[in-house]
């Protein structure tokens, strides 16, 4: 399915069934799309987690029926997905700033969620810097975490801060050497599981070829595939943010031709210890396939 096409049409089927049981994985089969890109994507082209649109949007349709009907709470929060009406009113409170009692009695204003309605800017895409490359089955070995798809913006640039952090205090000696031996640190690589929509795996990595693997890091396989290799010039992190927002707002939307081929992706940081030059080069490697 087309990119615009297929954010359209998770937000059709979220609203659509605004009132039924379904999971981030059962939108992301209907639209063809794995978990992990669905999710990336539509945090960057809205500006809410896919989580985070459907509990809003659930939170301010509840908040209208209350207003306007004299149904029984217990009701509307099994009816807006909600197991019991104490998660209801506690959602229902950090949502609105209220419970759901003081809105029916007092009449208060709800805050306001509406469906979303997409616009993509698909031009300057074909102006970006990338290339093809296929690559042969190669391995990867780092340190990994399970990192939240709704704090990812936050949980990622910590666990880096952490990495960096204990380089710099003094690691275990066998650890270190790994660390050094396989460059770990020029890789950071997202790994989708299917099935799972509240986390993913994000390895600080770098690539393997041989040696001991102490108990802290894990290696792992990627498959040969197509890749497409994006260049980003610039300061970090906004450089490769801003490339990572164009990919998926330009890059993707107007392609005819390729369509992401897996559930995972790649940034590689060059070398240079000065990220914050404005010359530092980093890239946003996607495993891709023809239509």
């Known amino acids: 399915m087309e990119w615009v096409t297929c954010i359209k049409e998770t937000i059709r089927f979220i609203e659509e069934h605004l009132t039924e049981k379904f999971t981030i994985d059962d939108v992301a089969k209907h639209v063809a799309l794995s978990s992990l890109y669905l999710q990336r994507g539509f945090q960057i082209i809205t500006g809410f987690s896919l989580g985070e649109y459907i509990r809003n949007r659930r939170l301010y349709e509840a908040g209208k029926e209350i207003l306007a009907t004299d149904d029984k709470m217990i009701d509307i ?75 990812s913006y936050t949980d990622i640039p910590s666990f880096w801060n952490e990495f960096c952090q204990s380089i710099s205090s003094g690691s275990k000696e066998m650890l270190k050497e790994a660390i050094l031996n396989h460059c770990i640190g020029e890789l950071g690589i997202c790994f989708g599981e299917i099935g799972n929509t509240k986390t993913f795996k994000y390895m600080i990595g770098g690539f393997y070829d041989k040696g001991p693997v102490p108990k802290d890091l894990e290696v792992v396989e990627i498959p040969k595939n197509l890749w497409v290799k994006f260049k980003s010039v610039g300061a970090m992190p ?45 890239e946003i490697w996607l495993p891709i396939k023809r239509k």
């Open 77 to 151: 929060s099994y009816k807006y997905g909600y197991e019991t009406p104490e998660s209801f009113s506690k959602a229902f409170l950090r949502f609105h700033g209220y419970s759901p009692l003081a809105c029916r009695k007092k009449h208060k204003d709800l805050h306001t969620f509406h469906r979303i309605q997409i616009e993509i800017n698909v031009k300057g895409g074909n102006d970006m810097d990338f290339k093809f490359e296929e690559l042969d089955t190669f391995k990867v070995i780092g340190l990994s975490r399970d990192i939240s798809f709704e704090a």
């Open 238 to 282: 906004n450089a490769i943010q801003e490339l990572n927002t164009r990919i998926f707002k330009e890059w993707l939307p107007g392609n005819k031709d390729y369509e992401i081929a897996a559930e995972y992706n790649i940034e590689w940081y060059s070398r240079d210890k000065n990220m914050n030059s404005s010359e530092y080069i980093s």
